[in-house]
């Protein structure tokens, strides 16, 4: 059976992990390789992990001895994932039953299928279904499966020391051109957590994105890359005007 490395970084997620965890343990496809990267928790996240990682031989747990990041935690997993294929969770989302028995179906000889996702309240309330209308649309590296020779072909990881990795990961994994279909299925639930990274507003952390876009674009040689970083800049700009 075919093998799906399910990557899931942790940080301080005592109280929604179990359920995340709940949720891979419960696939339909039950071959999974399941890396759980504790990044330095100080609430009992390590705890939960580890008690999990005991009931379920598929569980590999890894720890960071401080925070170094989602990216570092996600790297981390990349490098211990085994798996044909690879996929990210974060751990204060979950996912459906049949979540990775539905994208395994219809990926056939593709590098990568591309979904949607519910954004869910904590009792699980779903707020918004959401599908990608396009390929680029979506940064998160949550909404896909990849082939894991696809990563290792163009030595795919995310960056160090910002937040906002996921836009330039999502850049350099577009620039190399994978091959894809997008599916009109949301098993995906994204929590809407206004504690989490992502829904934390940094000024410094969006100059440091912007800038680094900019520096992207002016370095890049292929003019349907750059027009590419422009468009993800223009919709950033709107994107964090309308919710800040």
Not at 28 to 36: D, G, M, Y
Not at 147 to 156: P, S
Request: proline share 3%.
């Amino acid at each position: 059976m075919t093998t799906i490395s399910v990557i899931v970084p942790i940080y301080n997620a005592e109280k929604y992990l179990a359920k995340c965890i709940e949720s891979l343990i419960q696939q339909s496809h039950t071959a999974l390789q399941i890396i759980l990267v504790n990044d330095g928790s100080t609430d009992q996240s390590l705890t939960i992990a580890e008690q999990y990682a005991q009931q379920d031989a598929r569980i590999q747990l890894y720890s960071h001895p401080t925070n170094q990041g989602q990216s570092a935690a996600r790297n981390l997993g990349l490098q211990h994932a085994t798996g044909e294929f690879i996929s990210f969770v974060d751990a204060d989302d979950y996912v459906d039953n049949d979540f990775y028995a539905y994208m395994l179906h219809h990926i056939g000889n593709l590098d990568c299928v591309q979904i949607g996702y519910r954004r869910v309240t904590k009792q699980g309330k779903v707020l918004i279904q959401k599908l990608p209308k396009h390929f680029h649309q979506f940064t998160s590296p949550c909404m896909r499966l990849y082939r894991h020779e696809f990563f290792a072909k163009h030595n795919l990881s995310f960056p160090m020391g910002m937040i906002y990795e996921d836009v330039i990961f999502s850049l350099d994994f577009w620039a190399a051109k994978p091959t894809y279909k997008m599916l009109p299925y949301t098993g995906y639930n994204y929590l809407a957590n206004t504690n989490s990274t992502t829904a934390t507003r940094n000024l410094v952390a969006k100059e440091l994105l912007f800038a680094t876009l900019k520096e992207k674009r002016q370095k890049s040689k292929n003019i349907a890359h750059r027009l590419l970083i422009l468009y993800t800049i223009i919709r950033l700009k709107f994107h964090f005007k309308r919710y800040d």
